[in-house]
């Protein structure tokens, strides 16, 4: 078995090049989890339900080759190393079928844009975890350190967020600006066209420059370890395996929880701006800066916040707290009418800074959760003697898309509902369904935050055991 030591920390240049390679999912995910369902549903007329049902059904479809690609890419033999074959050549067929999906025919019927919808999000979706499986494996392989791999997900999530704000705020501008026509420049149906076009590309090139960045460092990578074996043999077991560390159990019911909140709320968040509180194209640019300018102040503030808070599950949990007392709290206020309506000057600015502030809790959160199942696969190297991260983060998918798609499913039924009908202008809407909206959103942010927080709650591998841990590895490999 390969002998590799204790790696205290990376160089910067890798560290970038590396987390460079989160940009591509970052455009996808505001792509899909800002605009997608407001697409289908307010712009083409496609039942909210519908749509919430088919982005639902392509998550199980794509969840399903989460632990085939994990497996495969863990026991994948090539002069390219296990992981980078899958990263180069998942590129131009994600890319390709993003584009497609956000510009389907001309005249398609209910049953026709559901199907489109569904058949693209799913190749999409796949592709794409023929990418990310890989690329999230690799992070757990470049080094062992407890604190080094918090700062890897954090610059991770940072660049996750550069990419959705080159959809949020350079998109929003470029593409979907107030027109005489369409003052609301998301309900424009011809900004699709180019926006797809010009996200494509991006795509490609970001994928391609984190495969080849960090193609240097395929000789000091772990190989593979046991027999070579077939594709499909052993992915149950390996499954089986990883769900057997009840560490593990406790992140991938959590971060459920967590992306059921997240997807329900990235799928209203569009519906909240427009209708809720009424904001102009302009404020609506503003709003999606501040958010995430919230969530890269959180991330940056992660690694120093390790020092007052050590353990990774305590700050996830003060990350979550933070993110639903802010979220949920203007949206509640206002239904109480306890602040001004959506007249008043104030009210604008105090939605976009309450979005601000709330983000930093999820910029704190989030790179907990990839961190945590970082040092999940050293636990398994203890157990088993051979390293598996591609199975952790596949598995740990699997479950998350299969369950956390639910969020955008319970997004489209609460835009039902509430009776918000496709194309309405703002001012036109029922108050009465807007009370509606407001009531099935904001307490649903706080249920499901203190759902995730209870079952992260059994996460169990401290710093201090996480420190054990290695040093019964390198025992076994001596």
Request: glycine content about 10%; some cysteine; aromatic content about 12%.
């Amino acid at each position: 078995m390969d002998e590799r030591p204790a790696i205290a920390a990376l160089s910067w240049r890798l560290r970038l090049v590396y987390a460079s390679g989160q940009l591509p999912e970052g455009i996808k995910s505001a792509a899909f989890g800002f605009f997608l369902l407001f697409y289908y549903n307010q712009v083409l007329g496609l039942s909210g339900s519908l749509a919430g049902i088919a982005v639902f059904i392509a998550l199980c479809v794509d969840a399903l080759s989460d632990p085939v690609v994990g497996s495969w890419s863990d026991f994948a033999r090539s002069r390219w190393g296990r992981r980078h074959p899958f990263m180069y050549w998942s590129a131009v067929p994600f890319a390709a079928c993003f584009f497609a999906l956000f510009v389907p025919p001309d005249g398609l019927s209910q049953t026709g844009l559901f199907l489109w919808l569904l058949c693209f999000a799913a190749l999409t979706r796949t592709a794409m975890t023929f990418y990310s499986v890989p690329y999230m494996a690799l992070g757990a392989e470049l080094t062992n350190n407890y604190d080094e791999r918090t700062l890897l997900a954090a610059l991770r999530t940072i660049f996750n967020l550069l990419g959705m704000f080159a959809v949020l705020i350079l998109g929003n501008i470029a593409f979907f600006g107030a027109t005489e026509e369409y003052p609301n420049g998301q309900l424009n149906p011809a900004a699709y066209l180019p926006f797809a076009l010009t996200c494509a590309p991006v795509m490609v090139l970001g994928i391609w420059l984190a495969a080849g960045g960090t193609h240097a460092q395929i000789p000091n990578l772990e190989q593979p370890q046991g027999e070579p074996r077939q594709l499909w043999r052993g992915v149950v077991d390996d499954v089986v395996t990883a769900f057997k560390i009840p560490a593990f159990v406790a992140v991938v019911a959590g971060s459920i929880m967590f992306s059921i909140s997240q997807g329900m709320v990235q799928s209203l968040h569009l519906y909240l701006a427009t209708y809720f509180f009424e904001l102009s194209s302009g404020q609506i640019t503003f709003l999606f800066a501040g958010a995430i300018t919230g969530i890269i102040i959180g991330s940056v503030l992660s690694r120093p916040m390790a020092a007052l808070i050590p353990e990774k599950r305590d700050l996830f949990i003060v990350g979550t707290i933070w993110y639903a007392v802010w979220t949920s709290s203007v949206i509640i206020l206002r239904l109480f009418d306890l602040i001004p309506g959506n007249a008043h000057p104030l009210i604008a600015p105090l939605y976009i800074t309450t979005g601000c502030i709330s983000a930093v809790g999820l910029g704190v959160a989030i790179p907990m959760i990839g961190s945590m199942i970082a040092d999940i696969t050293d636990e398994h190297e203890r157990r088993h003697g051979k390293r598996q991260e591609g199975i952790y983060y596949a598995a740990g998918s699997l479950i998350g898309k299969v369950v956390g798609g639910a969020g955008p499913v319970l997004a489209g039924f609460i835009i039902d509902m509430s009776g918000i009908a496709p194309g309405s202008s703002p001012g036109d809407v029922d108050p009465a369904a807007i009370a509606r909206f407001g009531w099935g959103t904001g307490p649903s942010v706080l249920l499901l935050s203190a759902v995730s927080i209870g079952c992260i709650w059994f996460y169990d591998i401290s710093r201090h055991r996480h420190a054990k841990i290695l040093a019964h590895i390198e025992s076994q490999r001596g």
